[in-house]
């Protein structure tokens, strides 16, 4: 255990593409970790038979499930076998209105969805948009501290899921733009992957470029970030936009795209294979 941690008993639910790493690196900051998923995980910590098993005696519940229905699956295991009193935190990205709903049921809840993809939750260096109580974001730092690098509390209940939003327009908006820009360079002739190094190092640089351009050129399309997930964060984000009675004519025209990808059966892909899309409509 590092010097100076407290440790603290965790009950992990859901441990996927993110959970899994998330929950490794919570175990190796020196906390001890029951986790439970459909089917055993190796994580670093103990494997639980049940919700209800990983969740009994935990001064902290942690979620990181697919989306809505799960998250309302599990909720009902949670409130009915953890203390009271332990801290709630959905590490999902479901829907502002589901956020709001469990911590109407639960007196300690944080919304807590984060960003930097699998690649993020491997390093610990994931950034995290929180919704709750200021005195449980506090009670929640050194949680996040050991998965995530950039971690704010950004309003009450809800709050993290709409800033959520906000990222995944950003995201796959960008993603749609490089599958263009790749797509163009190819067609032209020019070395696209020359192209990319130069975009990366310019104005035109994200993250995506960073850490996915050598991938989608080669066409690999191995997840990371399912496009049926992409898919379910589009209908969140366009609902939220909707809500907030604000147009977002990208956001829509992204929504379109992926539900395209998701149509033509790419759905358990890496968001990246938007490319797909994007290349069939030149094809
Ligand atoms: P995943 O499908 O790999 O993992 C989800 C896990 O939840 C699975 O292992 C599944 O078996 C488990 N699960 C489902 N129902 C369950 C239940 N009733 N009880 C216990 N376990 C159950 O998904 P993921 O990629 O890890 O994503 C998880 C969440 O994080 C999603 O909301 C996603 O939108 C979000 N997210 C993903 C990424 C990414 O790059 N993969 C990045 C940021 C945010």
């Known amino acids: ?15 996927g593409i993110m959970g899994r790493p998330m929950a490794g690196h919570l175990v190796k900051a020196g ?3 029951t986790g439970y998923d459909l089917a055993p995980v190796d994580f670093g910590g103990a494997f639980a038979a049940s919700v209800a098993e990983a969740v009994r005696d935990a001064e902290v519940v942690i979620t990181m499930l697919p989306a809505d229905p799960q998250v309302l699956a599990v909720f009902p295991e949670i409130s009915a076998h953890a203390p009271a009193d332990a801290l709630y935190i959905d590490f999902s990205t479901i829907t502002p209105q589901t956020s709001q709903q469990v911590a109407s049921q639960w007196k300690r809840a944080l919304d807590a969805p984060v960003s930097g993809g699998e690649k993020g ?10 919704g709750g109580a200021a005195e449980d974001f506090e009670a929640a730092t050194p949680i996040f501290e050991a998965v995530g690098r950039t971690f704010k509390l950004v309003g009450g209940p809800g709050a993290g ?38 975009l990366a190092g310019g104005l035109a640089a994200s993250r995506i470029l960073e850490i996915k351009r050598d991938s989608m050129l080669a066409r690999d399309f191995t997840p990371g970030f399912r496009i049926d997930l992409h898919h379910k964060d589009m209908g969140i984000i366009l609902d939220a936009a909707r809500g907030a009675e604000v147009a977002i004519p990208m956001g829509a025209l992204t929504a379109q795209l992926i539900a395209s990808a998701r149509a033509q059966g790419y759905g358990s892909l890496d968001h990246s294979a938007l490319l797909k899309v994007i290349e069939g409509l030149s094809r």
């Open 1 to 15: 255990m590092d010097q100076g941690v407290c440790s603290v008993k965790i009950g992990f639910i859901g441990l």
């Open 31 to 33: 906390h001890d970790v």
């Open 161 to 198: 899921q709409y800033v959520k939003a906000a990222n995944q327009l950003v995201v796959g908006g960008t993603y749609a733009l490089v599958a263009e820009a790749i797509v163009m360079m190819e067609a032209a002739g020019v070395d696209a992957k020359a192209g990319l190094d130069v």
């Open 121 to 130: 939750a491997v390093d610990g260096v994931l950034s995290i948009m929180v």
